[in-house]
Protein backbone atom coordinates (compact mmCIF):
# COMPACT_ATOMS: atom_id res chain seq x y z
CA UNK A 1 0.00 0.00 0.00
CA UNK A 2 1.59 3.33 -1.13
CA UNK A 3 1.01 7.20 -0.25
CA UNK A 4 0.43 9.39 -3.47
CA UNK A 5 1.69 12.58 -3.07
CA UNK A 6 5.35 12.43 -1.61
CA UNK A 7 5.46 9.10 -1.81
CA UNK A 8 4.83 8.13 -5.54
CA UNK A 9 4.58 11.62 -7.14
CA UNK A 10 5.24 15.18 -6.19
CA UNK A 11 1.97 17.01 -4.56
CA UNK A 12 -0.43 17.33 -7.17
CA UNK A 13 1.79 16.17 -9.91
CA UNK A 14 2.15 12.96 -12.42
CA UNK A 15 4.14 9.99 -12.09
CA UNK A 16 7.16 10.18 -13.79
CA UNK A 17 7.84 7.49 -16.52
CA UNK A 18 10.45 6.16 -13.90
CA UNK A 19 7.94 5.55 -12.03
CA UNK A 20 5.09 4.40 -14.22
CA UNK A 21 7.28 1.51 -15.45
CA UNK A 22 7.82 0.19 -11.86
CA UNK A 23 4.32 0.39 -10.85
CA UNK A 24 4.07 -1.54 -13.81
CA UNK A 25 6.65 -4.38 -12.91
CA UNK A 26 5.36 -4.23 -9.52
CA UNK A 27 1.74 -5.16 -10.49
CA UNK A 28 2.91 -7.91 -11.71
CA UNK A 29 3.97 -9.30 -8.81
CA UNK A 30 1.87 -7.95 -6.24
CA UNK A 31 -1.45 -6.78 -5.15
CA UNK A 32 -0.89 -2.84 -5.18
CA UNK A 33 -3.17 -0.53 -3.08
CA UNK A 34 -2.80 3.40 -3.49
CA UNK A 35 -4.47 5.37 -0.55
CA UNK A 36 -4.73 9.37 -0.43
CA UNK A 37 -6.74 12.40 0.56
CA UNK A 38 -7.04 12.78 -3.01
CA UNK A 39 -10.14 12.65 -5.44
CA UNK A 40 -10.64 9.67 -7.60
CA UNK A 41 -10.55 12.23 -10.25
CA UNK A 42 -7.14 13.35 -9.34
CA UNK A 43 -6.10 9.71 -8.51
CA UNK A 44 -7.17 9.25 -12.71
CA UNK A 45 -5.30 12.10 -13.75
CA UNK A 46 -1.97 12.10 -11.57
CA UNK A 47 -1.68 8.19 -11.31
CA UNK A 48 -4.04 6.17 -13.62
CA UNK A 49 -3.21 8.02 -16.49
CA UNK A 50 0.52 7.58 -16.72
CA UNK A 51 0.45 3.61 -16.21
CA UNK A 52 1.21 1.81 -19.45
CA UNK A 53 -1.36 0.31 -20.61
CA UNK A 54 -0.83 -3.53 -20.27
CA UNK A 55 -0.56 -2.56 -16.74
CA UNK A 56 -1.91 -5.93 -14.58
CA UNK A 57 -5.00 -3.60 -13.23
CA UNK A 58 -6.40 -6.58 -11.63
CA UNK A 59 -3.93 -6.31 -9.29
CA UNK A 60 -4.90 -2.46 -8.43
CA UNK A 61 -6.70 -1.41 -6.01
CA UNK A 62 -7.27 2.57 -5.25
CA UNK A 63 -8.79 4.49 -2.23
CA UNK A 64 -8.87 8.29 -2.64
CA UNK A 65 -10.25 10.81 -0.13
CA UNK A 66 -8.47 8.61 3.00
CA UNK A 67 -10.57 5.46 2.12
CA UNK A 68 -14.01 7.09 2.19
CA UNK A 69 -14.30 4.89 -1.03
CA UNK A 70 -12.48 2.49 -2.76
CA UNK A 71 -12.36 1.74 -6.57
CA UNK A 72 -11.39 -1.71 -7.62
CA UNK A 73 -11.24 -3.11 -11.12
CA UNK A 74 -13.97 -5.37 -12.64
CA UNK A 75 -14.29 -7.35 -15.58
CA UNK A 76 -15.05 -4.83 -18.23
CA UNK A 77 -11.75 -3.49 -17.59
CA UNK A 78 -12.54 -0.59 -15.99
CA UNK A 79 -12.58 1.04 -12.14
CA UNK A 80 -15.90 0.97 -10.68
CA UNK A 81 -16.44 2.48 -7.22
CA UNK A 82 -17.00 -1.16 -4.78
CA UNK A 83 -17.92 1.22 -1.92
CA UNK A 84 -18.51 5.10 -0.78
CA UNK A 85 -18.97 6.46 2.80
CA UNK A 86 -20.95 10.22 1.69
CA UNK A 87 -20.94 12.95 3.90
CA UNK A 88 -24.93 14.41 4.36
CA UNK A 89 -25.32 17.63 3.31
CA UNK A 90 -25.81 18.76 6.63
CA UNK A 91 -22.60 17.28 7.65
CA UNK A 92 -20.84 18.91 5.34
CA UNK A 93 -22.15 22.34 5.77
CA UNK A 94 -21.75 21.58 9.51
CA UNK A 95 -17.60 21.14 8.66
CA UNK A 96 -17.58 24.17 6.75
CA UNK A 97 -19.03 26.41 9.47
CA UNK A 98 -16.15 24.79 11.94
CA UNK A 99 -13.55 25.45 9.73
CA UNK A 100 -14.96 29.42 9.43
CA UNK A 101 -14.88 29.18 13.28
CA UNK A 102 -11.49 27.74 13.80
CA UNK A 103 -10.16 30.74 11.72
CA UNK A 104 -11.62 33.37 13.38
CA UNK A 105 -10.70 32.28 16.47
CA UNK A 106 -7.34 31.27 15.54
CA UNK A 107 -6.60 34.56 13.92
CA UNK A 108 -6.35 33.07 10.51
CA UNK A 109 -5.62 35.26 7.12
CA UNK A 110 -6.40 33.69 4.00
CA UNK A 111 -3.85 34.47 1.43
CA UNK A 112 -4.02 37.12 -0.83
CA UNK A 113 -3.95 34.83 -4.20
CA UNK A 114 -5.32 31.28 -4.45
CA UNK A 115 -4.92 28.62 -7.18
CA UNK A 116 -8.53 27.15 -7.14
CA UNK A 117 -10.96 26.29 -4.45
CA UNK A 118 -9.42 26.60 -0.92
CA UNK A 119 -12.83 24.58 1.01
CA UNK A 120 -14.04 22.08 -1.52
CA UNK A 121 -16.61 19.32 -0.37
CA UNK A 122 -15.52 16.13 -2.07
CA UNK A 123 -18.47 13.92 -1.51
CA UNK A 124 -17.06 11.79 1.45
CA UNK A 125 -14.87 14.45 2.28
CA UNK A 126 -14.28 18.09 2.95
CA UNK A 127 -10.95 19.23 2.14
CA UNK A 128 -8.90 22.37 3.38
CA UNK A 129 -6.86 23.81 0.88
CA UNK A 130 -4.71 27.15 2.34
CA UNK A 131 -3.33 28.06 -1.15
CA UNK A 132 -5.97 26.47 -3.57
CA UNK A 133 -5.85 22.92 -5.37
CA UNK A 134 -4.29 23.98 -7.79
CA UNK A 135 -1.38 26.17 -6.56
CA UNK A 136 2.14 25.65 -7.47
CA UNK A 137 4.16 23.31 -5.79
CA UNK A 138 7.06 25.67 -4.97
CA UNK A 139 4.59 28.19 -2.90
CA UNK A 140 2.60 24.90 -0.93
CA UNK A 141 6.05 23.57 0.30
CA UNK A 142 7.18 27.07 1.90
CA UNK A 143 3.84 28.06 3.24
CA UNK A 144 3.44 25.27 6.32
CA UNK A 145 7.05 22.81 6.20
CA UNK A 146 6.58 21.90 9.45
CA UNK A 147 2.74 21.89 9.39
CA UNK A 148 2.68 24.11 12.65
CA UNK A 149 -0.19 26.11 11.53
CA UNK A 150 -2.01 23.27 10.77
CA UNK A 151 -1.44 21.46 13.71
CA UNK A 152 -3.35 24.26 15.59
CA UNK A 153 -6.09 24.60 13.41
CA UNK A 154 -6.53 20.64 13.41
CA UNK A 155 -6.57 20.68 17.07
CA UNK A 156 -9.71 23.24 17.60
CA UNK A 157 -11.19 21.18 14.67
CA UNK A 158 -11.21 18.08 16.47
CA UNK A 159 -12.63 19.74 18.91
CA UNK A 160 -15.52 21.21 17.76
CA UNK A 161 -16.07 18.28 15.28
CA UNK A 162 -16.01 14.98 17.69
CA UNK A 163 -17.83 13.05 15.79
CA UNK A 164 -15.82 13.65 12.27
CA UNK A 165 -11.77 12.11 11.37
CA UNK A 166 -9.96 15.48 10.91
CA UNK A 167 -6.07 14.59 9.22
CA UNK A 168 -3.48 16.82 7.82
CA UNK A 169 -2.94 15.47 4.17
CA UNK A 170 -0.43 16.79 1.30
CA UNK A 171 1.53 20.04 1.59
CA UNK A 172 -1.52 22.64 2.55
CA UNK A 173 -4.12 20.43 3.34
CA UNK A 174 -6.58 19.38 6.42
CA UNK A 175 -8.96 16.47 5.00
CA UNK A 176 -11.89 15.82 7.40
CA UNK A 177 -14.37 12.68 6.70
CA UNK A 178 -17.01 9.99 8.71
CA UNK A 179 -15.58 9.32 11.86
CA UNK A 180 -13.80 5.62 11.48
CA UNK A 181 -12.97 6.63 7.69
CA UNK A 182 -9.19 6.88 7.77
CA UNK A 183 -6.35 5.23 5.69
CA UNK A 184 -6.44 2.86 7.88
CA UNK A 185 -9.51 1.29 6.33
CA UNK A 186 -8.07 0.08 3.26
CA UNK A 187 -5.80 -2.41 6.00
CA UNK A 188 -9.89 -4.13 6.45
CA UNK A 189 -11.07 -3.44 2.92
CA UNK A 190 -8.35 -5.36 1.36
CA UNK A 191 -8.49 -8.28 3.91
CA UNK A 192 -12.14 -8.61 3.00
CA UNK A 193 -11.60 -8.23 -0.47
CA UNK A 194 -8.27 -10.74 -0.70
CA UNK A 195 -8.33 -13.01 2.71
CA UNK A 196 -4.73 -11.64 3.54
CA UNK A 197 -3.58 -10.92 6.76
CA UNK A 198 -1.65 -7.74 8.38
CA UNK A 199 1.24 -9.87 8.16
CA UNK A 200 1.19 -10.21 4.10
CA UNK A 201 0.53 -6.21 3.67
CA UNK A 202 3.36 -3.29 3.87
CA UNK A 203 2.41 0.44 3.64
CA UNK A 204 4.99 3.02 2.37
CA UNK A 205 4.44 6.78 2.87
CA UNK A 206 6.49 10.33 3.23
CA UNK A 207 4.69 10.94 6.68
CA UNK A 208 4.49 8.34 9.05
CA UNK A 209 6.22 10.23 11.79
CA UNK A 210 4.43 11.60 14.51
CA UNK A 211 1.56 14.10 13.59
CA UNK A 212 2.47 13.03 9.46
CA UNK A 213 -0.87 12.16 7.78
CA UNK A 214 0.37 8.48 7.44
CA UNK A 215 1.24 8.15 10.90
CA UNK A 216 -2.31 6.63 12.18
CA UNK A 217 -1.43 3.43 9.38
CA UNK A 218 1.19 2.43 12.45
CA UNK A 219 -1.85 1.97 14.60
CA UNK A 220 -2.85 -1.21 12.41
CA UNK A 221 -0.12 -3.55 13.21
CA UNK A 222 1.06 -4.07 9.63
CA UNK A 223 4.65 -3.19 8.64
CA UNK A 224 5.25 0.70 7.61
CA UNK A 225 8.27 1.85 5.93
CA UNK A 226 8.99 5.26 5.54
CA UNK A 227 10.55 7.21 2.17
CA UNK A 228 11.42 10.66 1.92
CA UNK A 229 9.97 11.41 -1.67
CA UNK A 230 9.44 9.48 -5.05
CA UNK A 231 13.21 8.72 -5.84
CA UNK A 232 13.40 6.32 -1.71
CA UNK A 233 9.82 4.92 -3.38
CA UNK A 234 11.57 3.96 -6.44
CA UNK A 235 14.48 2.39 -4.54
CA UNK A 236 11.77 0.34 -2.39
CA UNK A 237 10.40 -0.86 -5.33
CA UNK A 238 13.30 -1.91 -7.40
CA UNK A 239 14.37 -4.13 -4.09
CA UNK A 240 10.72 -5.93 -4.26
CA UNK A 241 10.45 -6.34 -7.95
CA UNK A 242 14.67 -7.87 -7.77
CA UNK A 243 14.25 -9.73 -4.74
CA UNK A 244 10.39 -10.65 -4.42
CA UNK A 245 10.59 -10.18 -0.85
CA UNK A 246 7.70 -10.67 1.29
CA UNK A 247 6.60 -7.22 2.64
CA UNK A 248 6.89 -8.85 6.56
CA UNK A 249 10.67 -8.29 5.52
CA UNK A 250 9.94 -4.71 4.90
CA UNK A 251 12.72 -3.60 8.26
CA UNK A 252 15.38 -5.19 6.13
CA UNK A 253 15.08 -3.46 2.68
CA UNK A 254 14.62 -0.01 5.41
CA UNK A 255 18.30 -0.30 6.37
Known sequence: ???????????????????AGLMRELLRKRYVAVASGGAFTQFKAQFLSELPGNSNFRNLFLFP??????????????????YNHLLTKHEAK????????????????QP???YGP??????????FSALGQKAPLRLKQRWDPKQKKRLKMRKLLKKYLPNFEVSIGGTTSIDVTKKGVNKTL??????????IGKKQMLYVGDALF????????RSTGIACVPVSGPEGTKKLIRK??????????????RH
Request: glycine share 8%; with cysteine; hydrophobic share 35%.
Open 240 to 253: LIQTALRPTTARII
Open 94 to 109: QIVQTFATVFSELGYV
Open 186 to 195: CVKKLKERLG
Open 1 to 19: MFDLDGTLAKSKSSLDKEM
Open 65 to 82: TNCASGYYYNTKRRFYRA
Open 118 to 127: VLENRGSQVT
Open 112 to 114: KKT
Open 210 to 217: KGGNDYIM
